[in-house]
């Protein structure tokens, strides 16, 4: 096997990149490395990073822009927060390009590099902090999700608390937990509120929104997820906020799941089974979130209304 086809190797396995280290490790000089670089052959990601040519093109994954900020920053760098947050699969913020990596509490914080998108921190860490996602040092989910609610305001903040313990990465005991891992820190008062309505039933942000909405305006539903079902008990199907007194659901359609055709059409027959069955349905959508008044504006209309 050839240098470059070693390094090919090594970087199919890592996101498509490649250390300094490891391509000399397969047989090229610094000198060779640095020509192809400079042809253009190879693209830097960070100091010392590369995605070698014949690698898939376009941009390089964010996977890969993390590994490489994280190696190029040396030795017990760690990625953290957001970054961290992305990494485990946890939704709840808006994505951004800047990419957050700590650096041990006792090494100099490095004052340049060449990613104007990476912002480096020094955040002290405890034994179990620390844990691999494909082989990148991260914090681990419990410390990632309350670094973050440390620093969000209430929604995103519940947001990624009801989104890590639907994916089952978070469980009611690791929130008990929370609370004790945020005590005396900035932010542990209103992250504690935070804790306190988190629901890992919401399967999506945008629901989890929703909720916020309708308990800030006074209407809270019943329960979530509601399992609407014939008298023969068959499943007409299932409503992500209920108030089961006033038979009303309401939907929080965001545009990934529910935009294709075939969830378009699955939408519409559920909705008309439960129509038929005596229920309401009513659809909102992010945008109707960013209104406070909107929503349970909506929902109390509907529940002042003889049906």
């Known amino acids: 096997m050839t240098p470059l086809e070693l390094i090919h190797q090594v970087a ?121 996602v494909a082989g990148i040092p991260v914090t681990s989910v419990l410390r990632t999700v309350t670094d973050v609610i440390l620093r969000q305001d209430r929604y995103p903040a519940v947001s990624v608390l009801d989104s890590a313990l639907n994916r089952g990465v978070l469980t009611p005991d690791d929130l008990a937990r929370a609370g004790a891992l945020i005590r005396g820190r900035r932010g542990a008062v209103a992250a504690r509120g935070y804790l306190r309505e988190a629901d890992g039933r919401a399967q999506s942000p945008l629901e989890t929104r929703s909720r916020l909405r309708c308990v800030d305006g006074g209407v809270r539903p019943d329960t979530l997820q509601l399992e609407v079902r014939d008298g ?42 439960l129509v038929n069955a005596g229920w309401r349905v009513l659809r909102f959508t992010w945008a109707d979130t960013l209104n406070p008044d909107y929503i349970p504006w909506t929902i109390r209309q509907a529940l002042s209304t003889p049906h």
Do not use: K, Y
């Open 12 to 132: 199919a396995e890592q996101d498509g990149m490649v250390t300094l280290a490891q391509a000399q490790a397969a047989g090229l000089s610094r000198d060779q490395i640095r020509q192809l670089w400079r042809s253009g052959r190879w693209t830097r990601l960070a100091r010392g990073c590369f995605v070698p040519a014949g690698q898939p093109g376009g941009p390089a994954p964010t996977r890969a822009r993390v590994r490489a900020a994280v190696a190029s920053l040396g030795p017990g760098a760690f990625a953290v927060l957001d970054t961290a947050l992305e990494l485990h699969g946890i939704a709840g913020l808006r994505r951004s390009p800047t990419i957050h990596v700590s650096v041990p509490v006792d090494h100099p914080r490095p004052q340049r590099h060449s990613d104007p998108a990476l912002t480096v921190h020094q955040l002290t860490t405890a034994a179990g902090d620390i844990v691999r």
């Open 232 to 273: 023969d008990g068959h499943l007409l199907g299932v409503g992500d906020l209920g108030w089961r007194a006033a038979r009303l659901i309401a939907e929080a359609d965001g545009v990934g799941p529910h935009s294709s055709p075939e969830a378009l059409l699955a939408d519409r027959r559920r909705q008309n089974r």
